[in-house]
């Protein structure tokens, strides 16, 4: 099953749905009241009752919507860096731990909506990456039991401005609409293992990230017994497991984003996430 968050343009209203060939079918009609948005939803353990709903017919064609990312408001976005072994060796990275950042909320932005370019920068640099969006609370968890707590997986693009990232790590991951997250999120059960996924990156047209989560240094499960052994997630947090090699930094020459390009994230099992640059 596939779900996504959106605006309805003609209603002015947000809601949240499960993502059908040509549409939607609207969740927020049909449970708003106890469940108004996504992560009130997985809040309350809900994944389990959108089965009864999921052939109804849909509600609104994809040309009705904005979307929105997938969890507009997660408490927590956690970014691991440095997750793949060909981007290690372009940056040489040396720790063996996992290197953590954090994204703020207000950084996402929905899929086919602009990632914006700070003016301040010439190295707005393009990074696809899988994410995880938590579904059950979890404190501690061994690893072993790690991906029962996940509710599904989604596309991410963890555009960073380069020249602010190595001022201050933070800093250049953090500016306004620079986290594309989408289109949707697949349910985890339809992804019994994250770690067996195709994973590409096109910049205008140009593949310049291939890779295979099977790659990941650190696996998603091994991930989420790290964090959660200091930081309890909850329902709705959001978990960014790294870049595969090919980023725009480490090319020669250096290949950037521009206003006008066009940027996408392919993941099997998942789907295709596209934004342009303004």
């Known amino acids: 099953m596939q779900l996504c968050s959106f605006y309805l343009i003609d209603q002015a209203k947000k809601s949240y749905g499960i993502v059908k060939e040509g549409g939607v079918i609207d969740i927020g009609l049909r449970l708003g009241k106890a469940c108004p948005d996504l992560k009130s939803l997985l809040q309350r353990g809900g994944l389990s009752d959108l089965a009864a709903f999921s052939t109804d017919p849909i509600d609104y064609p994809l040309s009705a919507l904005r979307f929105l990312p997938v969890v507009e408001n997660p408490g927590k976005v956690f970014c691991v860096g440095m997750n793949y072994a060909d981007k ?118 140009r593949e310049v990230q291939n890779d295979t989560t099977a790659s990941m240094v650190h696996p998603v499960a091994k991930i989420i017994e790290y964090i959660s052994a200091f930081s309890p997630l909850s329902p709705g947090d959001v978990i960014i497991t790294g870049s595969p090699g090919g980023v725009g930094k480490k090319r020669t020459p250096p290949l950037f984003m521009f206003p006008g390009d066009e940027i996408e994230v392919e993941i099997e099992h998942i789907g295709r996430l596209r934004h342009t640059v303004r």
């Open 88 to 205: 290690r060796k372009e940056f040489a990275a040396t720790l063996e731990a996992p290197t953590l950042f954090v994204r703020f909320a207000d950084s996402l932005a929905g899929h086919e909506q602009p990632l914006l370019k700070p003016a301040t920068t010439q190295e707005f640099d393009y990074e696809g990456e899988l994410a995880v969006i938590i579904g059950k609370p979890a404190h501690q968890v061994k690893a072993a039991d790690a991906l029962a707590h996940v509710a599904g997986y989604s596309c991410f693009m963890d555009a960073t401005v380069r020249d602010m990232q190595f001022t201050w790590f933070t800093a250049g991951k953090n500016w306004q609409q620079t986290g594309g997250f989408g289109p949707w999120m697949t349910t985890a059960d339809a992804i019994p293992d994250p770690q067996q996924l195709a994973i590409k990156t096109w910049l205008n047209q």
